[in-house]
């Protein structure tokens, strides 16, 4: 099997080589890292391929996450990000959260994670570029926002808003990507399983902690077995399907 890791945080993943090697051992090909910040941006543009193998490519995709804006430093990420256009798969991760209530509650700080997202997606539009976004607590607005850009491909990462907002992505030939949360996630399952197969990718968002367990690349066999599971299909094709729909969204 050919898998491929389509959202990982790979410069906070420790000790990352070894890592790397059991994700090549699982048949991880491809893995796309993101950019949160000024920080991770520079890591992924410039030290990611160092770690790359022969059957395991790196590629770097860059961001604003939601939670890390730097008003201070909005125009100097995004013009980085514009400049470096040409040398990244992807944009992302950018998006909304509106999770914690400090955030829900707090009109401003929302219009600054609305207003930047805005102006990456009108990035992501201008070069023809794939977006992954994060939508966590703020799923319709994100859908919205990107259906009124014109954005032309969407990955709604680790999504788990309402099928109604699910439908509304779909119809406009978005797609979400599939995390090991799916062996627990009442409402990651549910969209999983309101979405046709050619419409998902896997992904880890490593190494976020899935139950207590710091997850890896080669976890991305675990958002695999999950969604072979829920759809009632043998692993093999599902491997097979998803990361076609991912060669398809992000032109490897
Ligand atoms: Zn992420």
């Given at each position: 099997?050919?898998?491929?890791?389509?959202?990982?945080?790979?410069?906070?993943?420790?000790?990352?080589?070894?890592?790397l090697?059991?994700a090549e051992?699982?048949?991880v090909t491809k893995i796309?890292?993101?950019?949160?910040?000024?920080?991770?941006?520079?890591?992924?543009?410039?030290?990611?391929?160092?770690?790359a193998r022969?059957s395991l490519k790196i590629?770097?995709?860059?961001?604003?996450?939601?939670?890390?804006?730097?008003?201070?430093?909005?125009?100097?990420?995004?013009?980085?990000?514009?400049?470096?256009?040409?040398?990244?798969?992807?944009?992302?991760?950018?998006?909304?959260?509106?999770?914690?209530?400090?955030?829900?509650?707090?009109?401003?700080?929302?219009?600054?994670?609305?207003?930047?997202?805005?102006?990456?997606?009108?990035?992501?539009?201008?070069?023809?570029?794939?977006?992954?976004?994060?939508?966590?607590?703020?799923?319709?607005?994100?859908?919205?926002?990107?259906?009124?850009?014109?954005?032309?491909?969407?990955?709604?990462?680790?999504?788990?808003?309402?099928?109604?907002?699910?439908?509304?992505?779909?119809?406009?030939?978005?797609?979400?990507?599939?995390?090991?949360?799916?062996?627990?996630?009442?409402?990651?399952?549910?969209?999983?399983?309101?979405?046709?197969?050619?419409?998902?990718?896997?992904?880890?968002?490593?190494?976020?902690?899935?139950?207590?367990?710091?997850?890896?690349?080669?976890?991305?066999?675990?958002?695999?077995?999950?969604?072979?599971?829920?759809?009632?299909?043998?692993?093999?094709?599902?491997?097979?399907?998803?990361?076609?729909?991912?060669?398809?969204?992000?032109?490897?």
């Amino acid at each position: 099997m050919k898998l491929i890791d389509t959202h990982a945080h790979l410069e906070d993943i420790e000790p990352l080589d070894e890592a790397l090697t059991r994700a090549e051992q699982a048949g991880v090909t491809k893995i796309i890292t993101m950019g949160v910040d000024r920080k991770s941006n520079q890591w992924a543009l410039n030290e990611s391929s160092k770690h790359a193998r022969l059957s395991l490519k790196i590629y770097p995709a860059l961001g604003i996450h939601p939670s890390w804006i730097d008003e201070q430093r909005v125009d100097a990420d995004l013009e980085f990000i514009e400049e470096n256009i040409s040398k990244i798969i992807a944009v992302g991760e950018i998006g909304l959260d509106y999770w914690y209530k400090t955030v829900r509650k707090d009109e401003q700080k929302k219009n600054l994670q609305r207003e930047t997202f805005r102006r990456l997606l009108e990035v992501v539009k201008k070069h023809k570029k794939p977006v992954s976004i994060h939508s966590r607590g703020a799923w319709t607005d994100c859908v919205d926002i990107a259906i009124e850009i014109g954005v032309e491909k969407a990955v709604f990462h680790w999504f788990t808003g309402s099928l109604k907002d699910l439908k509304k992505l779909l119809d406009k030939g978005y797609y979400v990507s599939a995390t090991p949360a799916l062996s627990y996630s009442k409402e990651h399952k549910s969209i999983i399983e309101n979405t046709p197969l050619d419409r998902i990718l896997l992904e880890t968002d490593s190494p976020v902690m899935y139950q207590g367990e710091s997850s890896e690349p080669s976890h991305v066999l675990k958002a695999l077995y999950c969604v072979a599971e829920l759809k009632k299909e043998k692993n093999e094709i599902v491997a097979q399907i998803t990361t076609e729909n991912a060669k398809k969204v992000f032109g490897f």
